[in-house]
Every structure is written in structure tokens, then in C-alpha cells.
């Protein structure tokens, strides 16, 4: 499959910090659909705002567990803190 090099340093990333295959796939598929959510865009140059919009859209339009929207909350939080944080330029 081919990601984006954005992805692709996520998952580089994650796999150096012995994070799970799991985990990591997990965080990749709810990273990219929050990314494809937004137009495209690249997560450094979203804010709360669109998280928000985002965890909205699963719970009312996709009718998302509450348990699933927290992974999905969790991989955001996770990109953010680890990429956005940083200004991670590819």
C-alpha cells in the first residue's frame, strides 16, 4: 500500500519506540481517515477545533462505540504531541 511520507515516518517512529504492530496500525488507520476527514490536509495545520469536529462526526454521523472514538482520540493526541509539537517537516 502506499502512504504518504507523513504516515510512513508515524510508523517509522513508532516501530523505533517498540510500540506494537497493533498499536501501530491501529494509530496509522485512525490518523489517516482524520486526515482524509479534513480534505486532505496536513495534520500540522489543523487545531482542537477540527479534533473536535472530527470525534463529532463519529459519534453522530458514524454511530461510533464510545470506546472506539477514544482510539481514534488517542492516535490524534498521539500524532500531535509526538509530530505537531515539533513542526516534524518531512
Known amino acids: 500500500m ?3 511520507p507523513f504516515l510512513q ?8 519506540k517498540r510500540y506494537s504492530r497493533r498499536t501501530v ?9 482524520f486526515i482524509i476527514f479534513n480534505n486532505k490536509q ?5 487545531g482542537d477545533k ?7 462526526y463519529l459519534a453522530v454521523e458514524k454511530g461510533v462505540a464510545a470506546a472506539t472514538q477514544s482510539i ?3 492516535a ?9 509539537s515539533k513542526k516534524f517537516v518531512m
Open 50 to 56: 477540527d479534533i473536535e469536529r472530527f470525534l463529532t
Open 25 to 33: 496500525t491501529t494509530y496509522l488507520y485512525w490518523i489517516k481517515y
Open 2 to 4: 502506499i502512504r504518504s
Open 72 to 74: 481514534a482520540l488517542n
Open 9 to 16: 515516518s508515524v510508523e517509522s517512529f513508532m516501530l523505533s
Open 42 to 46: 496536513h495534520p500540522s495545520d489543523l
Open 76 to 84: 490524534i493526541v498521539f500524532v500531535k504531541k509526538t509530530f505537531w
